[in-house]
C-alpha cells in the first residue's frame, strides 16, 4: 500500500454509496498518498500539468491510479478534466478528438502511445415521463463536474482521482476502503448500476479475479438476480468481454464464478452444461485454462481469439461432433447459437469448425498435410495448451517454413537416356 494511506478511515469519511450517487456528496474525502514515481507515466503526468497550469481541473483517474494503489503497473493512463474537447485540442497540437456519441481527447506521444484525455461526465437525468422500469443506460452524453463523473462510475475502485500536485487521492465514492479490503464494491445500489449497464456483470467478475478481489455480498446477490439482463447488452460488447476474461491471465477464477453465479447459464448454456459434468478443479477444461492464464504471464504474444474461444469451448464441441460422420457440419450447428448469441467473428467461428474437424487426427499423430494450413501456428498452440493440461507436453513444428525444413521432399533425379555411338555399318 502506498506510504501515507490510512488503512482505517474514520466512519464519517466512508460516506454513503447510496448518498454519493445521488450526489450528496459534492467534497471528496482527501487521502495523502506518495505513488511510486517509477510507475507514474511521464507523458500523462505532463498532460496533467499543462492542464492544471492553464486553469482547469485534471486527475489522473480510473484503472491506473486503482493500479498504481495496489503496486502493479498500469497498462495505461487516463486523463479527466474541466477542459472540453476544444480546449485539450487548443492546449496540445500533439492531439486529436475523437468520437460521435461522446468527444474526447486523444494525446499522442511517441511509440504510438496516446494518453486519453476526457472532460468531466455526468450520467444524464432521466426524463419525467420515466416509468423506472427501464433503467438501460442509452445515452452518456452530458458534461459535469469532477464530483458527478466520479459517482457515474462503475465500481468504487474505479472511482478514484489522483490530483498529482497536492499528492492527494480524491475519494468521493468509498473506493480507498475497498482497496484496503480488496473487494469488489458497485458506486450505489448494485441492482441499479447492473440494470444501467449489464456488462458490468463481467467487468465485475474480471475485475475479482484479475486483482484477487472478493465481491461484496450485495455486489454477488445482484448479479445472480439480474444475470438475465445481460441478454439486452449489446453483442459485440459481451464477446470483447469474454476475450477480456480470457487475456486477462485469471480465467480460471473467471470462469469459475461466472459459472458458480450463473452468468455462464445465460451466456454460454453449452459451455455451463457441459461444466457441470466436470469435477470442479480437475476437469480438463479447468485445467486448459489454468495453462492459458500461466501461458498469458510467461509470455510477451497474446494468444489469437481463435485460440482462446476454441479453448474454451473445444471440450463441448468435441463431444457434440463425436459419432457424427460430417465433424464439419455438426460443429457448426453446435457454435451457431453461439455465434449469434454473443456476434462472434465469422473469422473466429470458420476457424474453430476446422480445430474442431482435424483436431482428434493430429491428437493421434497423424499431422501430415495440416502442418501447412493457413492457421496451422493456432492448432499447434491449442494442441501444446491440451498436452500441457493432461501432463504430456507435444513436440510440435513451430511454424509451416519450420515442417518444410525438417521433412524435406527428397530430390527428383532426372533419368538419362543411354548415349548410343553409331558405326559406319550401322550408318
Known amino acids: 500500500m502506498p506510504q501515507g494511506f490510512n488503512a482505517k478511515p474514520d466512519a464519517d469519511q466512508l460516506g454513503n454509496g447510496d448518498a454519493v450517487a445521488e450526489g450528496f456528496l459534492v467534497e471528496p474525502v482527501r487521502h495523502p498518498v506518495e505513488l511510486d514515481d517509477l510507475r507514474l507515466d511521464d507523458d500523462a503526468a505532463k498532460v496533467v500539468r499543462r492542464l492544471t497550469r492553464h486553469g482547469y481541473e485534471a486527475y489522473l483517474v480510473g484503472g491506473c491510479v486503482r493500479d498504481l494503489l495496489l503496486g502493479r503497473r498500469p497498462k495505461d493512463f487516463d486523463v479527466a478534466t474541466s477542459a472540453l474537447p476544444d480546449d485539450v485540442r487548443r492546449l496540445f497540437k500533439n492531439s486529436r478528438i475523437i468520437g460521435r456519441r461522446f468527444r474526447l481527447a486523444h494525446v499522442l506521444f511517441g511509440g504510438g502511445k496516446v494518453i486519453e484525455t476526457a472532460t468531466f461526465r455526468r450520467t444524464p437525468r432521466q426524463g419525467e415521463d420515466c416509468d423506472g422500469i427501464d433503467l438501460l443506460i442509452r445515452s452518456d452524453n452530458e458534461f459535469g463536474q469532477a ?101 486477462a491471465g485469471a480465467a480460471h477464477r473467471a470462469f469459475w464464478l461466472a459459472w458458480e453465479s450463473g452468468v455462464l447459464d445465460v451466456l454460454l448454456p453449452e459451455l455451463a452444461s457441459f461444466l457441470a459434468d466436470e469435477p470442479e478443479t480437475g476437469g480438463l477444461t479447468w485445467r486448459m485454462l489454468s495453462v492459458v492464464d500461466q501461458w498469458v504471464l510467461e509470455h510477451n504474444e497474446p494468444l489469437s481469439d481463435v485460440v482462446l474461444c476454441s479453448i474454451l469451448l473445444i471440450e463441448p464441441l468435441l463431444e457434440a461432433c463425436e459419432g457424427t460422420r460430417d465433424r464439419m457440419a455438426a460443429a457448426g450447428r453446435f457454435l451457431e447459437p453461439i455465434i449469434d448469441r454473443l456476434n462472434v467473428p465469422r473469422r473466429v467461428a470458420d476457424s474453430m469448425r476446422r480445430v474442431a474437424t482435424v483436431l482428434p487426427r493430429l491428437e493421434s499423430g497423424r499431422i501430415g498435410r495440416f502442418s501447412r494450413a493457413s492457421i496451422w501456428e493456432e492448432i499447434r498452440q491449442i494442441l501444446e495448451i491440451r498436452g500441457l493440461a493432461r501432463g504430456i507436453p507435444a513436440a510440435l513444428p513451430t511454424s509451416r517454413t519450420s515442417t518444410l525444413v525438417e521433412n524435406p521432399k527428397p530430390a527428383r533425379t532426372r533419368k538419362r537416356r543411354p548415349h548410343v555411338t553409331t558405326t559406319a555399318i550401322d550408318r
Open 147 to 247: 464530483h458527478e463523473d466520479a459517482v457515474r462510475r462503475d465500481f468504487t475502485i474505479n472511482g478514484l482521482f489522483y490530483d498529482l500536485q497536492r499528492r492527494e487521492v480524491l475519494d468521493w465514492v468509498s473506493g480507498m476502503p475497498d482497496i484496503v479490503c480488496r473487494t469488489v464494491n458497485t458506486i450505489g445500489s448494485p441492482v441499479t448500476r447492473f440494470l444501467e449497464d449489464p456488462v458490468r456483470i463481467l467487468r465485475a467478475i474480471k475485475f475479482a479475479a484479475r486483482l484477487d478481489f472478493g465481491v461484496s455480498p450485495e455486489v454477488y446477490d445482484a448479479i445472480i438476480q439480474t444475470r438475465g439482463s445481460l441478454a439486452m447488452a449489446a453483442r459485440p460488447r459481451l464477446f470483447e468481454e469474454l476475450l477480456r476474461l480470457l487475456r
